[in-house]
């Protein structure tokens, strides 16, 4: 087997132990004599799965009775209309941070139900920082906040949630959910599309507390797009592949000993990387060092023709998918989950080399 060590960030890498059990079970699932792909989304083999990973989440996050845990279609982009068109009537206003281009969609959606307002942007200096914890005021009148946690393209992240004076928090966490402790508690909604720490692409998990959930109104939304519409028996046929990967990504995460044990992984991995960034001024990152993601690292070269060299040298040594965003250019390595520490070993000591080469 020849896996690459691949920072692609988004779809991402999955931990090779949930694809090699996948594929043993891809053409028998535990005796059923078809795949999971191809049984019932009410049988009695995906419904133990379906159980399963509603179960681990609640687990790994420390969630209680009164949350809800939801596996849609869509992915987090679903999400950017489907929470206004859910929590806000005509006349009613919500706050938005603005820290990257899918603040800036989800602001787009939600526009078209309510009176947005965006109390921070840091648009103007590129989106190279976020705020800090009670650096922002809020209206008061304000439905929820919604803050985008980690910002993939620029490479930012919260080191803590806002603080909104009990405004109901709403957070698309897609590029750092279950990397780290959360207070849960602070939360009305948590979204995060499945394709970076989850699963594979195409469907997002929502946690909806039950309180929030009791704000939203169903005048004329389908029925489909009512949250109330996925917090008890199936409403519909779910993507059942993917809710089976997401359980057995969830089982190798309890078993490497949860969320807190994860973090201090994906903290030794973003310090091993930044290290060698800001080792000399060969290698720069222009965000703000208190903003700083641990999950998307974005680095430039200072002499820019030399990222192309990079970008080629890499794939040649089994390092993949570490272009940026073509908005931004540059060099992008992401650090989810399922890269190891080993992928980021090699690749500073990839990254030492060819400083030693060209600097």
């Known amino acids: 087997m020849n896996r690459a060590h691949n920072f692609s960030a988004g779809p991402a890498t999955l931990p090779t132990e949930v694809l090699v059990k996948a594929q043993a079970e891809l053409l028998d699932y535990k005796g059923a004599g078809a795949s999971i792909m191809e049984v019932s989304h009410r049988g009695k083999e995906f419904d133990p799965v379906f159980d399963s990973a509603k179960a681990r989440m609640k687990r790994l996050l420390g969630l209680s009775e009164k949350h809800h845990v939801m596996f849609l279609q869509g992915g987090a982009t679903h999400q950017f209309f489907m929470i206004p068109m859910n929590f806000l009537n005509k006349g009613d206003s919500a706050d938005y941070l603005n820290t990257g281009v899918w603040s800036q969609k989800a602001i787009k959606e939600a526009r078209i139900y309510g009176d947005i307002k965006i109390p921070y942007s840091s648009e103007q200096s590129g989106f190279n920082r976020v705020p800090s914890a009670n650096e922002v005021r809020f209206n008061p009148s304000a439905k929820f906040v919604h803050y985008t946690s980690n ?6 992240q919260f080191s803590t949630e806002p603080n909104t004076n009990g405004i109901p928090l709403v957070c698309d966490a897609s590029s750092d959910f279950l990397s780290r402790p959360i207070d849960i508690d602070k939360y009305g909604l948590i979204y995060a599309g499945a394709q970076k720490n989850l699963g594979p692409s195409g469907a997002a ?6 309180e929030f959930l009791k704000k939203a109104h169903t005048d004329n939304i389908p029925t489909y797009l009512q949250y109330g519409s996925h917090t008890g028996e199936l409403y519909h046929t779910p993507p059942t592949f993917t809710i089976y990967l997401i359980d057995l990504v969830l089982e190798w995460l ?14 030794q991995k973003a310090k091993m990387l930044y290290c060698a960034i800001d080792d000399d001024d060969f290698y720069e990152n222009q965000v703000e060092t208190d903003s700083r993601s641990k999950m998307n690292v974005l680095f430039r070269i200072k002499n820019r023709d030399l990222e192309s060299v990079f970008l080629k040298e890499a794939e040649a040594h ?3 998918g570490l272009k940026a965003h073509r908005s931004t250019g540059g060099i992008r390595a992401s650090l989810y989950n399922a890269v190891s520490l080993q992928s980021v070993e090699i690749l500073v000591d990839f990254m030492s080399d060819f400083r030693r080469r060209f600097g």
Request: hydrophobic share 50%; charged share 15%; no cysteine.
């Open 151 to 156: 910002n993939t393209i620029y490479g930012t």
């Open 318 to 320: 089994n390092l993949i």
């Open 254 to 267: 309890e078993n490497l000993g949860g969320v807190a044990a994860m973090e201090i992984i994906n903290k």
């Open 205 to 210: 998990v929502v946690i909806l507390d039950d």
